[in-house]
């Protein structure tokens, strides 16, 4: 069963039952489908089935969502569900009256209290990767990837070039003959985000590799333009832990990607290889990418991918898509975004005000274009100092 529970600023918490979690995790998933079909009709299948969700997930709790910036922890299949593109009663997007702040879970708000440590260097801004080549260079990691090792007696199946390799970059062996085509908006964005900070380090094409990302030390801002990549893994039900770490599964493609070579690096970029990164420090992380939010659903345990494996690493906030997006579209509303920030808005609210932006564009009103990304962690102003606040 789902229920909800809202922690209001005074007064006891509040608690409903929502109803048995299959039914309602069967209107998500069909809810999704028609988002992600972005030529059906808004005022069809995509806006009912947003109003009936909205009914059954926020209604029960009556007027008490009087606030305007709703702090969520969701749980289960509902990790996969865009609130912000949720319809009231009144026939309006919830993010048309609500900023929307995504939460690991509650225990996230006390580290959020605390004072975080400085970041180490400026602000670093990847994308447009050549994924056919990477440019040989001296930035090596300083940190070793993790491994993974097999229980005594067990082999790692397909181990070697597209298995585990040899410890230092293990993937799936599912992305085996799996390759990505240029992104020529990816590119322009990381230019346009680039410029807009002013004092960004920008790497595109051959020199946005895997091991200049790993090289780099707690940037205030870490802004990623490149492909994503989810593979579902077919052996083992959505609710539950398959055979294969999950971690393995997610990630993003960087310069060298189609080639498997990028220095000593592959250019793949796993969620596993993503906790190892150092962003103690790091304000925002951005990945402006297909389906960079996207990971393996497990019952209390949230989105297993790159969200998680980035909080870990260290990163206060992030802004990840929930499924793929088309890179012109999203460099519009990145570029929205970083104004926003730049104004003094806080990291929700600048995202919101962006989304809104690009909603109301001739022909991008359909939640597909604006919907997808999702804002987590710290909501508050940033700026994009290398000094401590």
Not at 19 to 28: F, H, I, K, Q, S
Not at 95 to 110: C, D, I, N, Q, V
Not at 368 to 376: E, H, K, M, Q, R
Request: hydrophobic letters at 40%; aromatic letters at 6%; a positive charge.
């Amino acid at each position: 069963r789902y229920a909800a529970y809202l922690l209001q600023p005074t007064g006891p918490p509040l608690g409903v039952d929502l109803g048995a979690a299959r039914p309602l995790d069967t209107l998500v998933l069909s809810w999704r489908s028609w988002l992600l079909d972005r030529t059906s009709p808004t005022d069809g299948a995509v806006q009912n089935l947003a109003r009936e969700l909205h009914k059954r997930l926020l209604a029960p709790l009556g007027n008490r969502l009087g606030a305007k910036h709703l702090l969520i922890a969701p749980d289960g299949q509902l990790n996969a569900l865009p609130f912000a593109a949720l319809v009231k009663g009144n026939g309006r997007y919830l993010l048309a009256g609500h900023t929307l702040t995504y939460l690991a879970s509650g225990r996230e708000l006390p580290r959020l209290g605390q004072k975080a440590p400085p970041p180490k260097s400026a602000p670093l801004v990847v994308g447009g990767p050549d994924f056919a080549r990477a440019k040989p260079g001296s930035m090596i990691a300083s940190q070793p990837s993790p491994v993974l090792v097999a229980a005594e007696g067990d082999v790692p199946e397909r181990a070697g070039a597209e298995g585990m390799r040899s410890g230092d970059n293990p993937r799936s062996p599912d992305l085996a003959g799996f390759t990505v085509r240029p992104l020529p908006g990816a590119a322009v964005e990381a230019k346009t985000v680039a410029n807009l900070l002013g004092n960004a380090r920008l790497l595109t094409g051959p020199l946005a590799t895997e091991n200049a990302l790993k090289a780099a030390r707690s940037p205030v801002l870490l802004h990623l333009a490149t492909h994503g990549f989810f593979l579902a893994d077919k052996s083992a039900p959505p609710s539950e832990l398959g055979g294969e770490e999950p971690l393995l599964r997610s990630g993003v493609a960087l310069a060298g990607f189609n080639a498997r070579t990028s220095g000593t690096e592959d250019g793949v970029l796993t969620a596993l290889e993503a906790q190892s990164l150092e962003l103690d420090g790091t304000r925002l992380v951005v990945l402006s990418a297909c389906d960079t939010g996207a990971g393996p659903v497990l019952g209390g345990e949230g989105v297993q991918g790159l969200r998680r494996s980035l909080a870990l690493a260290g990163a206060q906030s992030q802004v990840l898509a929930l499924w793929p997006v088309g890179d012109r579209t999203t460099a519009r509303l990145m570029e929205q975004f970083y104004r926003g920030l730049g104004l003094g808005l806080g990291r929700s609210e600048a995202l919101r005000r962006a989304q809104l932006g690009v909603a109301g564009m001739a022909g991008l009103g359909h939640p597909y274009w604006w919907a997808a990304f999702a804002p987590s962690g710290d909501w508050r102003p940033v700026t994009f100092s290398t000094r401590s606040p």
